[in-house]
């Protein structure tokens, strides 16, 4: 599986942005699919994650209920919608593949990375 992350950008606070990962590979329809950032000096965290079907996904603490994790496995793509951006969402951002259908939040987890977005949100 090849992943492809695009979408960031520079943004202001309370703005939006919605990141897109395109995979290639058949496998991608029964992955499970994540959304890691990293942040200067800080190791990576977890964002998000959604199973292969779509009908089950879990969020960090900190994006909860102003990020959603969709997937079109018709288009091979999975995406990020981030809403009400804070400074501290500052971070470069990254797709994972994960060849479970189960859902996971631990970085050593996923099998395939993308090359990273950056997303900058100035205040």
């Known amino acids: 599986v090849q992943l492809q992350a695009s979408g960031g950008g520079l943004v202001q606070a309370g703005g939006s942005l919605r990141l897109s990962c395109a995979a290639s590979?058949?496998?991608?329809?029964?992955?499970?699919m994540g959304w890691f950032r990293q942040a200067p000096g800080k190791e990576r965290e977890f964002v998000a994650a959604?199973?292969?079907?779509?009908?089950?996904?879990y969020y960090a603490d900190s994006v909860k209920g102003r990020f959603t994790i969709s997937r079109d496995n018709a288009k091979n793509t999975v995406y990020l919608q981030m809403n009400s951006l804070k400074p501290e969402d500052t971070a470069v951002y990254y797709c994972a593949a994960r060849l479970s259908p189960r859902i996971v939040s631990m970085t050593g987890s996923y099998d395939y990375w993308g090359q990273g977005t950056q997303v900058t949100v100035s205040s």
């Open positions: 590979g058949r496998t991608f329809s029964s992955s499970s």
């Open positions: 959604i199973n292969w079907s779509g009908g089950s996904y």
